[in-house]
Every structure is written in C-alpha cells, then in structure tokens.
C-alpha cells in the first residue's frame, strides 16, 4: 500500500526565512514516483517537481529545492529566503509504476508574513 | 488552451438530488481521474480511468459513477446526494497512464454544497 505523510499541518515563518516542508512517503514498490504540486489561496493545482525512485540527486530550481533520500523514504521541499507569494498548500504525492494513481498526502499550509 | 475543464464551479444541492459534474480535456490525454478535497483531508482519489471505456474505483468511490465514453469526456454522477458529499472536487489528467512520464494536469475546481 501506499502511503505519504505531511506532518506539518500549517507553517507560518516571516518573509525572507528558510522554510523546509517535510514529506514521508511508504510504498513496497522499488519503482516508484514523487511529486509536489502548489495550491495557492486561488485554488488551482500547479505542479512543481516529479522525482523518479533511481534519481536521488538534490534537485534546485530558483529558490526551491528538494532533498530525496531513499533511506529515510523523504522528499522535503526548502524554500530558501521565503516570499509572501510563497503562501499556499503544499501537497506531497506518490506513484508507483504502471497504472497506479497519485496518491497525495494531507498537505502543509505555508503562511509567509510580511 | 483549454486544458482540463469542469463545469459547473458552484453548485447548491439538496438532500437526494442527483446531478453530474462535467469534465472535459483537449489534450488527448488518457487518464483522467477525480479527487475531492476537504480540509484537513487533503486530495482523495474518487474514480480514475486509463483510456475510454475503462474505469476503476478509487479510495473513496460510494456514492459516485463515472464513465468514460469518449477519451475527452470523464463525468462524476452523484446519484443521491448527500451533506458528506460537500466538498471541492478537482479532475485531472495525464498524457500517459504511466504518470512516470506525464504530471497531473487539474481542473480548477468545482465547489459543492449538499443542504
């Protein structure tokens, strides 16, 4: 079974702080998929990132990085000197191959103040 | 670019009323599947399909039916709807039943409300 667990219900950190969002996922699966997707106050889904089970390589894109470590079955997302467009839900999800559906996890509010 | 469209975005219902929550795709895209969200719940899969005539349940499909009669076409029927059913229902879709290859494409969104 799969399953991916975002302890941190709801963050709140002043602008221009770090802030890292913690995701945990489970599966039995060797193959399987990682994903974080955005949901600003206005409602959409906006994919981020998709990360493959054989690519464990640190993945930086602007401000955002992501730190996948197979041994601890994490995928934290870091946000570095945060921004109040930042603010949103953040949701973590899994695949594994083949024909399976994402899985989400419950998401972590972020709330960046000015 | 229409991308992944729903329809309605608002909806009022009343206890046992029926009604049918439209999603439609331009993309060509095989799978498409539906979620609800609620607070703290964070996205639930409801029906998923992998090509036009094939669906499959989800993790929280009572109360719903799906089909998919045409590859660009994936409706949500709720057939006696229910206050628990009040909720925000997203559909999405990807190129590839294999979301190795292709992300999640979301609709914006349809809010329901069950009296």
């Known amino acids: 079974a799969q399953k991916v667990t975002q302890a941190q219900t709801e963050i709140s950190v002043v602008e221009k702080e770090d802030v890292t969002l913690d995701c945990v996922y489970e599966?039995?699966?060797?193959?399987?998929?990682l994903f974080w997707y955005k949901q600003p106050p206005s409602g959409e889904l906006v994919f981020l990132i998709r990360?493959?089970?054989?690519?464990?390589q640190n993945e930086i894109s602007g401000r955002y990085s992501w730190n996948f470590q197979k041994s601890t079955s994490s995928f934290n997302f870091t946000i570095t000197a945060s921004q109040v467009v930042d603010s949103a839900v953040y949701f973590c999800?899994?695949?594994?191959?083949?024909?399976?559906?994402?899985?989400f996890g419950k998401g972590t509010r972020l709330s960046v103040i000015a | 670019n229409a991308g992944v469209t729903q329809t309605p975005k608002f909806q009022v219902l009343k206890t046992g009323q029926s009604m049918t929550l439209q999603c439609a795709q331009d993309?060509?895209?095989?799978?498409m599947s539906w979620y609800r969200q609620d607070p703290g719940m964070g996205l639930r899969l409801i029906h998923y399909?992998?090509?036009?005539?094939?669906?499959d349940q989800g993790e929280v499909p009572n109360g719903y039916n799906v089909s998919r009669s045409t590859t660009e076409d994936f409706p949500l029927r709720l057939l006696s709807a229910a206050p628990s059913q009040t909720s925000v229902y997203f559909c999405?879709?990807?190129?590839?039943?294999?979301?190795?290859?292709?992300?999640?494409?979301f609709g914006e969104g349809s809010r329901l409300t069950v009296l």
């Open positions: 999405a879709s990807s190129y590839r039943a294999d979301l190795n290859t292709g992300e999640l494409f």
């Open positions: 599966t039995r699966d060797t193959t399987y998929y």
């Open positions: 990360r493959n089970s054989f690519d464990e």
């Open positions: 999800a899994l695949s594994n191959s083949g024909n399976t559906p994402l899985v």
């Open positions: 993309m060509n895209h095989e799978y």
């Open positions: 399909s992998v090509g036009a005539g094939i669906t």
